[in-house]
């Protein structure tokens, strides 16, 4: 199963988007809050407090 490449959320198989850039890397999404976030706003993940990934982060800085 992928994990969302923004909030780090593993998707069940046949849902979200699929993002290919012109690097041909693969990016997943889960909805379409976290691709705006990601795409058209260039939010980092890790500084976005309701994305998994800064949880994450949180908790090894304390």
Do not use: H
Not at 10 to 26: C, E, H, N, R
């Amino acid at each position: 199963m992928p994990k969302c490449t923004f909030c780090g959320i593993s998707m069940p198989q046949g849902t979200g988007k699929i993002f290919v850039q012109k690097d041909a890397k693969l990016l997943y999404f889960c909805s379409s809050k976290c691709e705006k976030n990601m795409l058209k706003l260039r939010r980092k993940p890790i500084k976005t407090r309701w994305s998994n990934r800064y949880e994450k982060v949180a908790q090894k800085t304390k």
